[in-house]
């Protein structure tokens, strides 16, 4: 009957209420509402975002990471944060953040951070903070197993998988950035020119500007897919695999084999570990 269709509805709506209301209040009681200053400090650039409860997304800042000095820092403290994390990957800067924040908590992470997954590493003290960032990160969005390929100054993939009950990191791949290749052909070249990184008009170059960008973006591409079959033969699994980074966009446009791109991925690790660690 409509009575009892109501009714059912009415019941249903003050059970999706309540269940909303008490994740909020968990969030609360866990510290998880705290405002953050999330620092992801990588060789070229730095990024800063304040988090707020009830925010989609983050209003991120950046400067290049060689303008950073004590006087910028010291500015960050007229923002509204109530706790600092820090992902660092320049020693020299993070012992800025560490002296200029001095004066709220600050957890900048390692890997000695309380983090979701494990860590499968044998000197896990060697592990970039911005590798964990993204570890956690995939693991939070899609599980394991799982890669995130960082398109940054150098360009890493990151393997997080099943380990017993649990998911760890196990490791992962460095190579050379795609800017970094084509700026070293640019300067130990007398005829080569430094280029903008775009789509190719075709696979056969008809200027030299052309060819580069074919060998560039063809080639990181055929780079990123074998490493990925490689990667997912150690996993005797397909792995998800999730992209970010300044050449992530263009990169993946050709690479059926990355779901999704996450232009802040690596800062949505940062947040998570904050939480875990400041609440």
Request: glycine share 8%; net charge negative.
């Amino acid at each position: 009957s409509d009575s009892s269709l109501n009714s059912w509805k009415k019941a249903t709506e003050q059970s999706v209420a309540f269940f909303v209301f008490g994740k909020i209040m968990a969030c609360f009681a866990f510290g998880k509402a705290m405002r953050l200053l999330l620092i992801d400090n990588s060789n070229t650039r730095t990024k800063f975002a304040v988090t707020a409860p009830g925010q989609d997304g983050y209003d991120i800042q950046h400067v290049a990471t060689r303008e950073l000095d004590a006087t910028l820092v010291e500015e960050l403290n007229a923002l509204d944060f109530e706790a600092a994390v820090i992902s660092s990957v320049v020693p020299e800067k993070a012992a800025l953040f560490r002296q200029g924040l001095s004066l709220r908590p600050l957890h900048e992470i390692s890997h000695e951070s309380t983090l979701s997954i494990g860590i499968d590493y044998p000197h896990p003290e060697q592990i970039g903070a911005d590798r964990l960032a993204n570890a956690v990160a995939v693991h939070a969005r899609v599980g394991a197993p799982a890669v995130v390929v960082d398109f940054g100054t150098a360009v890493t993939f990151d393997v997080v998988g099943p380990i017993g009950p649990e998911a760890s990191y196990l490791g992962g791949v460095i190579a050379p950035g795609l800017a970094s290749m084509t700026d070293y052909l640019h300067r130990r070249t007398a005829l080569l020119p430094e280029i903008d990184l775009a789509e190719p008009e075709s696979a056969i170059g008809k200027s030299t500007t052309e060819a580069m960008r074919a060998g560039a973006v063809y080639g990181y591409r055929g780079m990123i897919r074998e490493v990925l079959q490689a990667i997912q033969r150690e996993l005797d699994a397909a792995p998800t695999v999730l992209a970010t980074g300044g050449d992530a966009a263009l990169i993946a446009a050709g690479l059926p084999e990355v779901r999704e791109v996450i232009a802040d991925l690596t800062l949505e690790g940062i947040h998570l570990i904050g939480e875990r660690n400041l609440a």
